[in-house]
């Protein structure tokens, strides 16, 4: 469930978050900024589940109803040469649920921050070597699932990113993994229980985690048009009790499919993206839509 | 180029370290020789047990006997070189007997304490304790359950261990180590005579305590009480004797003990039935706008009729008197300043609000706030290095203030049927338990346990008093309770608590 929240911060904001005119680009894609020139992106987010995985058993609930994430990030894209290009992105979430009583939260989440390099560059197949960070930029409460705005863990991510692109159609197919750390949590508790034992202690370790992607898609001038398949899994972590709340420590993981695309003939352009969770643990399914709206500038 | 990859290296290593340090550390404890033995804890004031002769202790061999002499070549056998887990079982179980039993019992408190799932036709199937494992678990070990558990594991503990510092001077057989230098030991040997072992009684009391209050553990149990038993040899600190003698007496000990258990009216605690009559009756002395389930479907309340079950330090007629005033009533204008502040809590609760209701907020998963203050209790007299069997009185003393907290507080809960903030449209930041609001539980069980621990530990009172305080603003601060259920719950905790005091002044131990 918390994951959802996760990608809205570090993955799936910036995944959302960029792109202009066919320069503009993501951490997740082959697409680079020209030295001096500025991408900002306003995107709004909003990810919708009425069902969960409770362990591997999927299910709904009636003191929740249909949980909502909204999010509105702001995200900033530059060239600081040709093949290298640094992005930020910081989202301001929400969390709100239809039924029961959970107060829902707010706040400004995690700040994240990616550096993006063109490795290699063969004709039409290149390699990127892409490394990202995030901090949280507020004290918000993370133990307070499925209703926290974010882990609070810090975490650095690497990435491997590999494009083919042909350039006559427009067509390209994109290949990523990456492996990122997420640290320890101070919780508000000074104690929890962790996989059926009690910790005495009020850091909580956030479980590392592994995502990989598949793309295929079209990239023209103006436009970008993708579907996407993405795997996201926690290298460790303890499933949710039997009819518990999740926590942090959760082992969580998803698997989504989705449709991301962008228009932007000139300075000013749009971008969206569609999403799916198809099957996961430790989760909500949630379906997830963004909307961007992108403003590119020339130094 | 060239240079920014150098830079990305670099910075990518140093990001790694600075976000994935996982190292979370607990804090460790380790054994000690307590400030007193105290020698005369034989004769202290027992609970259940009449008094140390209802069990029966075999005479133990002389230590001049061959039979001695043999077991005392078998211990130096097992405890000489120790593997690395035979270390690491003397050292976790050197910390304390009484100590770490109390630590199991409120890790299997956590384990059991989640709220049965609702069915698919809106049910709420009520766990068996003849099926424990299966869904729902048994039990369903919330704070009335876990305050009544840990109170009979101390009682029993206490009693045995009274039993045995009886005995243990009656037959004054010195420790393995004082009769023999060459025997290896582990961890620091006191002044103590070690027949029967108090680790063994103590083993053998809490097992079969938290066996019959968590049936599906058996096998976890008699795991722990096999590597504490054997612990002891490989520490070289007690003989087979020493440890056969003391597991049947904390088992006769705890046999007597939950004999109590079976007629203390916590069989009839989950007793549905009564409720209507109770909201009828609540509704005839004015209370006209009633607690009801907010949960969806609607829960049927948690053990309504616990209030009925029977208390440790004082009577029946005892336990009505302690009953508070009733709350301020919906509509009046201390019900509407209440609701109020709450209302206005949702819209600008501070980061600290929320901070001191998540610290306390002990909900499912957790070992309750029963098993908060038990954690308290149990590092203040480690801390203390009080022996083990002032420990077991503290623990006593503490957990059945706890456990009568609990009882009280139910019985007032179910008597008056306060409604929730919640049926007024407050949020909550923590989670809504189900069942009426007035008093705060939270508020009682702190009190009582703080009252309880600032007459064993006068030098902590004030710091116990604060942190009661704090754990019964904390259900304001989530939002749960008005602030006359906490104000309310605090006063009946305390008094509550004064009668364990009283027990405790009273038990011989001159303490």
Not at chain 1, 88 to 105: E, I, K, R
Not at chain 1, 160 to 180: F, M, Q
Not at chain 1, 256 to 281: D, E, I
Request: hydrophobic share 40%.
């Amino acid at each position: 469930m918390k994951r959802l929240i996760v990608r809205a911060g570090l993955g799936t904001s910036l995944v959302l978050l960029t792109t202009l005119s066919a320069l503009a680009q993501m951490p997740n894609d082959a697409i680079y900024m020209p030295k001096k020139t500025i991408c900002a992106a306003l995107m709004l987010g909003q990810s919708n589940w009425n069902s969960y995985w409770e362990n591997t058993l999927k299910r709904e609930n009636d003191n929740i109803g249909k949980h909502t994430t909204q999010s509105a990030s702001l995200m900033a894209a530059g060239g600081l040469s040709n093949r290298v290009n640094l992005i930020v992105n910081l989202p301001y979430v929400t969390t709100n649920t239809s039924a029961g009583n959970l107060l829902g939260q707010k706040g400004f989440q995690d700040l994240s921050g990616w550096l993006k390099i063109n490795a290699v560059q063969y004709k039409g197949l290149s390699l990127h070597t892409i490394v990202g960070a995030s901090i949280p930029v507020s004290d918000y409460v993370p133990s307070f699932l499925p209703m926290s705005i974010g882990m609070g863990a810090k975490t650095v991510s690497g990435r491997l990113l590999a494009n083919y692109k042909h350039e006559p159609t427009g067509l390209y197919i994109t290949a990523h993994g990456t492996y990122t750390w997420r640290g320890t949590v101070n919780l508000d508790q000074d104690a929890y229980q962790f996989d059926g034992k009690i910790y005495n202690t009020n850091r909580a370790a956030v479980p590392n985690a592994m995502d990989a992607a598949l793309r295929l898609g079209i990239l023209k001038r103006t436009f970008q048009t993708e579907v996407f398949a993405e795997r996201f899994a926690c290298l460790s972590g303890d499933n949710i009790r039997r009819n518990d709340m999740p926590f942090l420590t959760n082992n969580m993981q998803a698997t989504t499919a989705g449709w991301y695309g962008k228009y932007q003939p000139h300075n000013v352009g749009v971008n969206a993206r569609a999403s799916y969770v198809t099957s996961g643990l430790n989760m909500g399914q949630s379906t997830s839509f963004m909307l961007g709206l992108l403003y590119q500038i020339n130094l | 180029m060239k240079n920014s990859y150098k830079i990305l290296i670099v910075s990518a290593l140093s990001l790694t370290f600075w976000a994935c340090d996982k190292t979370v550390d607990e804090p460790q404890r380790v054994g000690y020789t307590p400030v007193s033995v105290d020698e005369k804890a034989g004769t202290w004031k027992t609970y259940v047990l009449p008094s140390p002769a209802d069990v029966t202790v075999a005479v133990p061999a002389s230590t001049a006997s061959a039979e001695y002499v043999a077991e005392v070549t078998d211990l130096k056998s097992r405890s000489a070189n120790l593997s690395l887990d035979q270390q690491e079982a003397v050292v976790f179980w050197g910390v304390g007997a009484v100590y770490r039993w109390n630590e199991i019992a409120r890790e299997l408190a956590a384990r059991y304490n989640v709220p049965p799932a609702s069915t698919a036709d809106g049910k709420y199937p009520v766990p068996d304790a003849a099926n424990p494992t299966a869904d729902p678990k048994f039990p369903f070990a919330n704070p009335p359950y876990t305050a009544r558990a840990l109170a009979y594991l101390s009682v029993a503990q206490y009693d045995a261990l009274v039993a045995t510092w009886s005995y243990k001077y009656k037959f004054n057989r010195p420790a393995p180590s004082k009769v023999d230098v060459t025997v290896r030991v582990s961890l620091p040997v006191s002044a103590l005579p070690s027949y029967p072992s108090e680790d063994v009684v103590v083993a053998a009391a809490s097992a079969t305590v938290l066996k019959a209050m968590f049936p599906g553990e058996v096998t976890f149990i008699d795991a722990k009480v096999a590597e504490h038993r054997n612990s002891r040899l490989w520490a070289g600190m007690n003989v087979e004797s020493d440890l056969a003698a003391g597991a049947s007496l904390g088992s006769q000990v705890a046999v007597k003990v939950m004999a109590r258990a079976k007629t203390d009216g916590m069989s009839a605690s989950n007793n549905q039935t009564v409720t209507a009559a109770l909201i009828q009756a609540a509704q005839s002395r004015g209370q006209t706008n009633v607690w009801t389930s907010q949960e969806i479907p609607a829960r049927p309340p948690m053990l309504p009729n616990y209030g009925a079950a029977i208390n440790w330090n004082f009577d029946a007629a005892t336990k009505v008197k302690l009953r508070p005033n009733p709350a301020p009533l919906p509509g009046s204008d201390q019900f509407n300043k209440e609701l109020a502040e709450l209302q206005s809590m949702q819209k600008n609760q501070t980061r600290e609000q929320a901070r001191i209701a998540n610290y306390w907020s002990d909900g499912p998963g957790s070992y309750t706030p029963p098993g908060h203050w038990n954690r308290a209790a149990a590092n203040a007299a480690h801390e203390a290095k009080f022996s083990e069997v002032r420990m077991a009185r503290t623990l006593a003393l503490v957990s059945t203030a706890i456990h009568d907290a609990g009882v009280c507080c139910w019985e007032t809960k179910f008597y008056y049927y306060t409604p929730r903030p919640q049926q007024y449209g407050v949020k909550t930041s923590i989670g809504l338990p189900n069942f009426p609001s007035y008093t705060s539980g939270h508020s009682t069980f702190s009190a009582a346990a703080a009252t309880a621990l600032g007459y064993v530990f006068p030098d902590k009172a004030d710091t116990f008093t604060a942190q009661a305080k704090e754990a019964s603003e904390s259900r304001v601060y989530g939002m749960i309770h008005f602030r006359s259920d906490c104000d309310a719950g605090l006063v009946c905790g305390k008094n509550i608590g004064g009668y364990a005091v009283a027990r405790g002044q009273a038990d011989g131990s001159g303490l």
